[in-house]
């Protein structure tokens, strides 16, 4: 299988953990991907608000790039990018007349049939439940870990089709194959707040906090995601929040491709969780005593 990667801004920036920590356990599942060349921003998350065209324009171009060169299918590790080229592919293939406006926009083909994965469904239906399981070398048992969704990965269901929209179970099973203990919470597919971050960071701050204590209070060690977004709100404004809120929180936020990483027997400095705000160092001692 052609395998191809759509990073996003975030991966090349922010969240460059994510890209390192993914690109670190491919080589260890043995499998190989290559980034789509000339990529442009998927437009997430403000085009859609402002041109609707637009909107699709954008990952649409992508998409068409991605044809083009022959892959089979593509992975958007970003929650929000995976969202927004889901999103184009189900309008251009629903609408004909669409899809002819942006294929003329963009002065090249696109069938709207290659299939669009984010991070999870990447995991579990490309790399595979037994393939992860075969290469886990230190079982995470003594770690306990809230799996936090989001919004974007399992919303509008009738695009993303991914999990069930209210209790979603894909990356509490991921988790399970390290070793480590999936939290039960309230709050796995609640909004962080998302792009308000700098524009409503109060706001922020309230939605991210009810997640983070209600996590804290389930007894959970740290807390795992798969968006760029959520993991900036989650880990950045833990702090603040803390000040805010004048209680402790303290939880560690991992990418899914850092916590199977380590389940790997990769280096915390490889899949270069020294990049966090939040320090992971209660978390990796705890899974160094377990071994």
């Known amino acids: 299988m052609k395998l191809g990667y759509y ?54 171009r992508n998409l068409a790039i991605a044809e083009k060169e022959g892959y089979d299918s593509i992975v958007a590790p970003c929650a929000a990018c995976s969202n927004r080229l889901k999103t184009a592919r189900h309008e251009l293939k629903t609408d004909e007349a669409l899809r002819k406006k942006i294929v003329n926009s963009l002065e090249m083909p696109y069938g709207a049939g290659m299939e669009v994965n984010n ?29 936090y969704y989001g919004c974007l990965l399992v919303r509008p269901p009738k695009i993303m089709r991914f999990d069930d929209s209210e209790e ?39 939605l991210t906090g009810k997640v983070l204590y209600d996590i804290k209070n389930h007894g959970a060690d740290a807390v795992v995601v798969a968006c760029p977004l959520c993991h ?10 803390e000040r805010k809120y004048a209680e402790k929180i303290g939880l560690p936020v991992l990418f899914i491709t850092e916590l199977i990483g380590l389940s790997f027997g990769i280096s915390p400095k490889a899949l270069a969780i020294d990049g966090h705000m939040v320090a992971a160092d209660k978390v990796l001692k705890k899974i160094n005593e377990g071994q």
């Open 119 to 147: 991070m999870l469904e990447f995991l579990i239906n490309v790399a595979g439940k037994d393939r992860i399981k075969s290469k886990v070398k230190k079982q995470l048992k003594n770690l306990k870990v809230a799996s």
């Open 232 to 241: 900036s709100n989650l880990d950045v404004r833990q702090r603040e929040i």
């Open 7 to 60: 990073p996003g801004c975030s991966l090349k920036g922010s969240s460059f953990e994510y890209e390192v920590s993914l690109l670190e356990m491919l080589k260890v599942l043995g499998m190989g991907i290559k980034e789509i060349p000339d990529w442009n921003c998927c437009g997430a998350s403000t085009a859609h608000s402002i041109n609707h065209n637009l909107a699709i324009a954008l990952p649409a």
């Open 168 to 206: 979603p179970v894909t990356m509490d099973e991921l988790v399970a194959l390290t070793g480590a203990q999936p939290v039960d919470y309230s709050y796995k597919t609640e909004c962080c707040g998302a792009i308000n971050s700098l524009s409503k960071p109060d706001v922020v701050m309230a």
